[in-house]
């Protein structure tokens, strides 16, 4: 990969808002190019690379936080009535910077449920739950806002600390079977790196304001949870009938079962020549099975 020195620039700096399980692998990725990345959280951190934004409790970041950036990566999702927290709270600010970039990491749930059929981007979006249609809604904000704004509809996100395997040591699992069900998912590293692959190529690529980033290969979530007892060298536990699960599940986990669609990555992997580095859910897990 090229050096963020000589394809955008030494003086890049950005604000990573929310600071989770993506922010961080972005954060701590886009250090190693040389780039200055202050992040968010909504606790007091003494990091001295850390700020402390809090939307519901109305604490937003100093003045000095925002001297010098030139890019910022929105990880934070819509609160409880729907809004987004940093366009609630930081949008005026964020339009009064001269800013190169901005990303926003959404969620594939806006497509909604195609029983199992690909999507793409070019597909109008057309949730089913509550919670996907404020999530389009704050993606419109974003366009909206006139930031130089890029959208990342993502699926399932996993990576080490955050698998399968976290699950099964946690006896958090729980192996349901519905037929013809696929889920799609990505490993937080192809966050990362094809967020930045776009930033290194953004001048000679041509600009989607939207993109998926997923894997190449939906599938089952029995087939990912075999695989994992298969490397653990478990025996895996009697899969159970949705049917018959469902009524134990909480109310969130339910309704992940309830939309079944292939999410394509096409224009990413084919038009946009990113290469993944986990293709599929086997490659990916081998790397959270070796930082176990
Ligand atoms: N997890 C998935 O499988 C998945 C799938 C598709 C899309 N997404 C979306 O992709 C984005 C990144 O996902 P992730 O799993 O990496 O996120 P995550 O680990 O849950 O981190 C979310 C971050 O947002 C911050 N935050 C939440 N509410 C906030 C508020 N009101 N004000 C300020 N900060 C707030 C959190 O602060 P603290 O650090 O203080 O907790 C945290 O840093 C999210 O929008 C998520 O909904 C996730």
């Known amino acids: 990969m090229k050096s963020f020195a000589s394809s955008l620039g030494n003086k890049n700096k950005f604000l990573i808002l929310g ?3 993506s922010g961080s ?6 250090r190693q190019f040389g780039c200055t990345a202050l992040t968010s959280s909504r606790s007091e951190d003494k990091d ?4 402390v934004f809090n939307s519901e409790k109305a604490i937003v970041p100093n003045e000095k936080i925002f001297d010098g ?3 910022i990566l929105s ?16 949008k005026s600010k964020l339009q009064n910077l001269s800013l190169e970039w901005v990303g926003y990491l959404s969620t594939t749930g806006v497509y909604g ?10 597909d109008q979006p057309n949730p089913f739950q509550e919670r996907s249609q404020k999530r389009l809604n704050c993606e419109k904000e ?9 959208i990342f509809r993502l699926p399932g996100i996993y990576g080490p600390g955050r698998s399968t395997f976290d699950a099964i040591r946690n006896q958090k699992i729980r192996v349901i079977f519905k037929k013809d069900q696929v889920f799609s998912r990505i490993h937080v590293a192809d966050i990362t790196n094809a967020i930045i692959y776009l930033l290194q190529n953004k001048d000679s690529l041509k600009f989607h304001q939207i993109i ?3 894997d190449d290969e939906p599938c089952s979530q029995i087939e990912v949870i075999q695989h994992c007892y298969d490397l653990l060298g478990l025996k895996m536990p009697k899969p159970i009938y949705f049917e018959d699960a469902k009524n134990e599940l909480s109310a969130i986990a339910q309704s992940f079962w309830m939309e079944n669609r292939r999410v394509s990555n096409k224009l990413l992997c084919k038009t946009l020549g990113y290469k993944l580095i986990y293709k599929n859910y086997k490659l990916g897990l081998k790397n959270c099975f070796l930082n176990i």
């Open 25 to 30: 692998f972005f954060a701590k990725t886009i």
């Open 212 to 214: 998926n980033i997923t």
């Open 113 to 122: 449920n195609t029983k199992g059929d690909w999507v793409s981007e070019m």
């Open 48 to 51: 001295p690379n850390s700020f």
């Open 69 to 71: 950036v030139t890019h």
């Open 75 to 90: 990880c934070i999702p819509p609160d409880k009535q729907g809004n987004d927290p940093v366009l609630q709270s930081l």
């Open 19 to 21: 600071c989770g399980f």
């Open 142 to 150: 974003w366009i909206n806002s006139g930031l130089p704004v890029q």
